[in-house]
């Protein structure tokens, strides 16, 4: 049942207390090591993810962000099935996740950036078709979506060629086409715009809310790319080293981004530039030097003091050119990733 974008109060997907851990083995190096990684190994064990717990509602669209190695694939393969959990549960539909049945298959999909799940040597059109007797999509429904479909995306005059002989960006523009092929209920997208240029990327972020809101489709994108959290989800989750730092609406992040000015001031060539000495002169408006370069400075200030902060630079440098900007989402996340060590719980 569909509700037109709007988050309903089922609960889609589920973790409890879940963790993940990798045993792995440590290379030794030399000719005695060569002999020992065979004969008597020292393994180690990593965690991927631990104590996470998080509830996913039938509608949302949630950002899953984190640096490289946070755990954001890891979750993405507990919650789908893929892998099980070394502890605590994951969940969806109502069933652990790594025991879901083909009916539950049938209501997930997932587009992973750098993983294809349509045939190469084929034309798209010809992916579609097996991936139609694979969901089975009614002849006339599947023709009508795959049309709307790539028309949306620009791609409906690419159907026909070879996914090999398209560009990075019609390739990934055909996955979302086939992911959402049999409508399902829920649809993983790990870093579906990584490569692509800004009209692309554009396109599938338009595309994405389109089907959120409308077919009432529960989305969950990973992604570095600070732009695609802002223009398509609603809700934030930021992991760092396993761990949930951060779990919440991200209107409510936003408050606190658009709180707050970045000023980026250019000096004049030759001028005196920032000494430490300056530093407590900050303190009255409240503002910090994010940035230090020799002829350029990157403050963060409160939004009620950039009409008193920016006379104070005027008289403090000489000034070529000067930018009052919104606090940028990267800049706020990079502070909570400060701000919490990596044994830091969800943030309310």
């Known amino acids: 049942m569909r509700d037109n974008g709007r988050v309903s109060d089922e609960v889609l997907i ?7 851990r ?6 030794k190096e030399g000719v005695r090591g060569f002999f020992a990684n065979f004969l008597a190994r020292e393994w180690q064990t990593v965690s991927a993810l631990e104590g996470i717990d998080l509830t996913i509602r039938r509608g949302e669209f949630v950002g899953l962000i ?5 755990g954001k694939t890891t979750l993405l393969k507990c919650v789908s099935g893929i ?3 070394s502890a605590g549960s994951a969940s969806m539909f109502g069933c652990d996740s790594f025991e879901l049945r083909d009916e539950h298959k049938r209501r997930l999909s997932m587009v992973m950036g750098q993983r294809s799940q349509l045939w190469w ?8 078709r097996l991936l139609r007797e694979i969901y089975p999509v009614p002849r006339e429904v599947f023709e009508r979506r795959v049309a709307e479909s790539a028309e949306r995306l620009g791609v409906a005059d690419k159907l026909q060629r070879q996914l090999r002989n398209l560009s990075l960006g019609e390739r990934m523009k055909m996955e979302i086409v086939g992911a959402f092929l049999h409508e399902p209920d829920v649809v993983f997208l790990d870093e579906p715009t990584i490569g692509l240029d800004l009209v692309s990327r554009e396109t599938i972020r338009r595309h994405l809310v389109e089907l959120n809101r409308s077919r009432g489709v529960t989305i969950v994108l990973t992604s570095h790319d600070m732009e695609d959290i802002e223009e398509t989800c609603r809700r934030l989750v930021i992991l760092r080293q396993g761990r949930m730092l951060f779990d919440g609406a991200l209107v409510d992040l936003m408050a606190r981004v658009y709180d707050r000015r970045a000023i980026e001031v250019h000096l004049e060539p030759h001028s005196a530039g920032w000494e430490e000495a300056l530093a407590p002169l900050l303190e009255p408006f409240s503002a910090k030097l994010e940035r230090s370069a020799p002829l350029s400075l ?3 200030v409160p939004a009620s003091a950039v009409q008193r902060f ?4 005027f008289e403090r440098f000489a000034i070529r050119d000067l930018a009052i900007e919104r606090h940028p989402l990267d800049m706020l996340i990079r502070q909570i990733f400060q701000e919490r060590g990596p044994g830091a719980g969800a943030a309310p």
Not at 14 to 20: D, I, N, Q, Y
Not at 66 to 70: D, R, T
């Open 310 to 313: 920016v006379p104070f630079l």
């Open 22 to 27: 990798f045993r792995t083995w440590k290379r």
């Open 298 to 300: 990157l403050f963060s």
């Open 66 to 70: 984190g640096a490289n190695g946070a």
């Open 14 to 20: 589920e973790m409890r207390a879940a963790c993940k």
């Open 83 to 85: 892998t099980p959990v």
């Open 121 to 128: 040597d084929l034309p798209a059109i010809d992916s579609f």
